[in-house]
């Protein structure tokens, strides 16, 4: 008796199916709004990548000509994670801008505490959006929960006119005009898009390198229609952020079983049960990942992932707990891979796992590299300079 | 790291983040323009009704600030 | 002119039995199917047992479509889709596309059967797995397994010693937009545990489920036949991820009644899908003019006391094409709509 194993393989190898129109579009509500004169859509403009999303939709991401929305959390406890994005777009050839004009997104406030509402929230969104529309550069979002916070963001106003009542009559307080961009796009997009001209620029091998992956829940759980899912990384199945971006720099990314689980920052947690925040990050996410895939680094995309997974196992090492591993932002990989100075650029020192093994697993003499830094920081110190630039960097 | 605060931050390469006092260095205009959307749309009341004491000193620091700029509530 | 002819769309059960009743009222009735044999999605999808009783799917709906081919009636006309529609109730003109290429039909009413898709796991939850594990199946392909009494895991085709059904995937979701309960998916997911228990006895085989909806004689006829009989194991609790251990799978979840996490090992994993318009019913409501309700099912404005009745006058609709439905009310919607079909061209030519 034959049994009909074959054609679900078949079934499962053609993958799934689109439906047209099964998800509202958001982009065609932005439009009648546009075309009503309620708001202004901010367009994508220049050179343009196509990627797929979840829900099917292409979704454009614009390549150059960015302004970048930066995250209080890498810039202020991570900040090689910022100046990487900014070395790379600069290597790449793509002009941005660095504004003094923007706020935080204030989501931490409004996720942890409560302690704000929708249109205070709607109104610093759309404040940042219109300070961006100003200089005719197109937002790019550093941090995850800014991202996933704007996407909210717009799903209300696009559903409230009372709400948008509010929000413009504080931006005609601010003297702003009602602006929301065409496409919400995160930095881990760019590098997705970017991908094959990033590896095109890359001068460090990383083939030695194994990788574990820990998707950022703010990134693909919150409005995740139009995050980024490839078919053709983890058959669409997960989103392929970071993911993508390892494997076209020919690392080795290997999968671990938790890799759906918070990294335990969890917002509330982190403020009010920081215990559980360090148990979580070190027990159900650093452990299993050692157990199970053994990884030289651990890559992911947003601001308190990368704090929490690095930071968490300090305490658990003094615990004797099988920890011991480097966290780095994937654009901090991929500046490494495309020849970044570790220190100048990629700012490891702030890390706290032991990132040197997978530094040497690179090919790169860290100890050399710190002197040049040091050397670098003497220039200050001796008052030859006030701060290091671009120019230093390489 | 707190000993080389100072000097790690000057030793960034983006402008915007040679500051020790907030994560980059954020425009005073701008700084008043999330006031403004704190007051108009009532987040900082929210503060209020868990900490009145902090809440009074918030207040007292953006209101100024306001009046500074000459901006109006 | 007024035609006494109806076009039957869909050869599924709904449209079977409103192909047979319109023959049987002595009206003529052109039948399109879509595929190379009647049946509808029991056929095209391998179903085993029909829900409630587990009688053999295949010979019964061979037997309803016997009673359409053999009625003089009856025209039947496979591989045939509708193309295009014009005139007015009573005298339509309906453009079909078919394996000698296209043709007309006068017809005075329509009668919509064109079903549901079951809702593709993969890729809108993308919670479960679908398409990244072999061992996570839906319950058609089950249900195609069991209809052959082979039921073994995809990845090493050994038989399973634990099997679990996840219920309420792309039903009850407000996320995806599929804010409907599918109806059917308890009591078949009830029905194939019962199945595998009695073709695999050392297989255990748990439910995880948010609420079992089973309803009228189901609660008899397959509840608790499965807890009592087969010893299925009923927890309430979503499952939020199946994930690869060793060379099985595992499930997590939350146990509700018991108020605690749960992580079991799982060899197979069933996804109870719902239901979804197919295709066929997404293209009718623009072709045919009617209107479609907000998940793509053909509206029924006047039910539930007129539930055939479409937003047209002389178009009626039947089964899971006016959304989720089981057998019965496919069968008895189908002969619905063929009572209002035949008597609207009827009235309108003794209106002269």
């Given at each position: 008796m034959t049994i009909p194993i074959e054609a679900l393989m078949q079934k499962k190898a053609a993958g799934f199916t689109h439906t047209e129109g099964r998800y509202p579009d958001f982009q065609h509500e932005l439009a009648e709004l546009e075309s009503a004169g309620e708001i202004v859509v901010q367009k994508i403009e220049g050179d343009v990548v196509e990627v797929p999303t979840k829900f099917g939709r292409p979704k454009r991401i614009q390549k150059g000509h960015l302004w970048h929305h930066k995250s209080c959390g890498q810039c202020g406890h991570i900040p090689g994670y910022s100046t990487s994005i900014f070395w790379i777009m600069r290597k790449l050839g793509y002009d941005y801008e660095d504004p003094r004009d923007q706020t935080s997104c204030t989501a931490w406030n409004y996720y942890a505490s409560a302690t704000s509402n929708a249109a205070a929230q709607a109104a610093v969104a759309v404040r940042n959006f219109a300070a961006a529309y100003e200089t005719g550069y197109y937002p790019l979002i550093h941090c995850g929960t800014s991202y996933g916070h704007y996407k909210e963001v717009r799903h209300e106003l696009l559903a409230h006119p009372e709400l948008r009542a509010e929000v413009r009559k504080v931006m005609e307080k601010l003297g702003k005009p009602l602006v929301l961009p065409e496409e919400i796009v995160h930095y881990s997009e760019w590098l997705y898009a970017m991908r094959h001209e990033i590896a095109a620029a890359q001068v460090r091998d990383v083939s030695n390198i194994a990788v574990t992956v820990h998707p950022a829940c703010h990134y693909y759980k919150l409005v995740e229609g139009d995050a980024i899912f490839d078919p053709d990384v983890y058959g669409g199945q997960r989103t392929a952020v970071v993911t993508g971006l390892a494997q076209v720099l020919g690392a080795e990314v290997r999968d671990y079983s938790t890799w759906f689980d918070c990294c335990g920052f969890g917002f509330r947690h982190i403020l009010v049960q920081r215990d559980f925040t360090r148990s979580f990050a070190t027990m159900r996410k650093i452990e299993r990942m050692k157990e199970e895939a053994d990884p030289d680094v651990v890559l992911t995309h947003d601001t308190g992932c990368v704090t929490t997974l690095d930071k968490s196992q300090f305490a658990a090492q003094a615990h004797d707990r099988n920890v011991g591993v480097a966290v780095l932002s994937e654009a901090q990989f991929a500046a490494l891979a495309m020849g970044a100075h570790p220190y100048k650029v990629c700012q490891l020192h702030w890390h706290s796992a032991n990132y040197k093994p997978m530094l040497e697993k690179m090919g790169i003499d860290h100890e050399a590299a710190w002197a040049e830094f040091q050397a670098d920081l003497k220039r200050l110190e001796r008052g030859e300079k006030q701060y290091l630039d671009w120019d230093d960097m390489d | 790291m707190s000993d080389n605060l100072d000097l790690w931050r000057r030793a960034l390469p983006s402008e915007t983040l040679h500051t020790t006092s907030t994560g980059w260095d954020v425009a005073d205009r701008t700084l008043v323009e999330l006031y403004l959307i704190w007051l108009t749309t009532g987040a900082l009341d929210m503060i209020q009704e868990i900490d009145p004491g902090l809440h009074s000193i918030l207040q007292e620091i953006m209101e100024e600030r306001l009046e500074d700029e000459e901006i109006e509530l | 002119m007024t035609s006494e002819t109806v076009v039957v769309i869909g050869g599924g059960p709904g449209g079977l039995r409103a192909a047979r009743g319109v023959a049987e009222l002595g009206a003529s009735v052109v039948l399109l199917e879509k595929d190379e044999r009647l049946g509808g999605t029991p056929i095209r999808e391998n179903y085993a047992g029909l829900t409630p009783h587990g009688l053999k799917a295949e010979p019964l709906m061979n037997q309803m479509a016997e009673a359409v081919t053999s009625n003089p009636h009856a025209d039947v006309r496979l591989q045939t889709t509708p193309v295009a529609l014009s005139g007015e109730p009573g005298s339509f003109t309906l453009t079909v596309s078919g394996p000698d290429g296209t043709s007309d039909i006068e017809c005075g009413a329509i009668v919509v059967a064109t079903g549901f898709q079951h809702f593709d796991p993969g890729r809108e939850t993308q919670m479960y797995g679908y398409y990244e594990f072999d061992d996570v199946i839906t319950l058609p392909?089950?249900?195609?397994?069991?209809?052959?009494?082979?039921?073994?895991?995809?990845?090493?085709?050994?038989?399973?010693?634990?099997?679990?059904?996840?219920?309420?995937?792309?039903?009850?979701?407000?996320?995806?937009?599929?804010?409907?309960?599918?109806?059917?998916?308890?009591?078949?997911?009830?029905?194939?545990?019962?199945?595998?228990?009695?073709?695999?006895?050392?297989?255990?085989?748990?439910?995880?489920?948010?609420?079992?909806?089973?309803?009228?004689?189901?609660?008899?006829?397959?509840?608790?036949?499965?807890?009592?009989?087969?010893?299925?194991?009923?927890?309430?609790?979503?499952?939020?991820?199946?994930?690869?251990?060793?060379?099985?799978?595992?499930?997590?979840?939350?146990?509700?009644?018991?108020?605690?996490?749960?992580?079991?090992?799982?060899?197979?994993?069933?996804?109870?899908?719902?239901?979804?318009?197919?295709?066929?019913?997404?293209?009718?409501?623009?072709?045919?003019?009617?209107?479609?309700?907000?998940?793509?099912?053909?509206?029924?404005?006047?039910?539930?006391?007129?539930?055939?009745a479409t937003s047209r006058p002389g178009i009626y609709a039947c089964g899971a094409a006016l959304g989720p439905a089981d057998l019965e009310d496919s069968v008895s919607s189908g002969a619905n709509a063929a009572m209002k079909a035949v008597g609207f061209v009827r009235g309108l030519v003794q209106a002269g």
């Open positions: - | - | 392909d089950l249900e195609a397994m069991l209809k052959v009494e082979n039921v073994v895991r995809p990845s090493n085709g050994e038989a399973p010693k634990s099997l679990c059904f996840v219920q309420c995937v792309g039903s009850r979701d407000r996320r995806i937009g599929n804010e409907y309960c599918s109806k059917v998916c308890c009591g078949v997911a009830s029905k194939e545990a019962i199945e595998v228990r009695e073709l695999l006895p050392d297989c255990k085989v748990y439910i995880f489920y948010i609420d079992m909806r089973m309803y009228g004689y189901w609660e008899n006829e397959i509840y608790w036949k499965a807890q009592e009989k087969q010893h299925v194991q009923y927890v309430k609790g979503v499952i939020t991820e199946v994930l690869p251990k060793g060379d099985g799978l595992v499930v997590r979840g939350e146990d509700t009644t018991m108020g605690r996490p749960m992580e079991l090992p799982m060899d197979i994993v069933v996804l109870s899908v719902g239901m979804e318009p197919s295709q066929g019913t997404r293209e009718m409501a623009p072709m045919l003019g009617i209107d479609a309700n907000r998940f793509g099912f053909i509206d029924g404005p006047e039910a539930p006391l007129d539930p055939v």
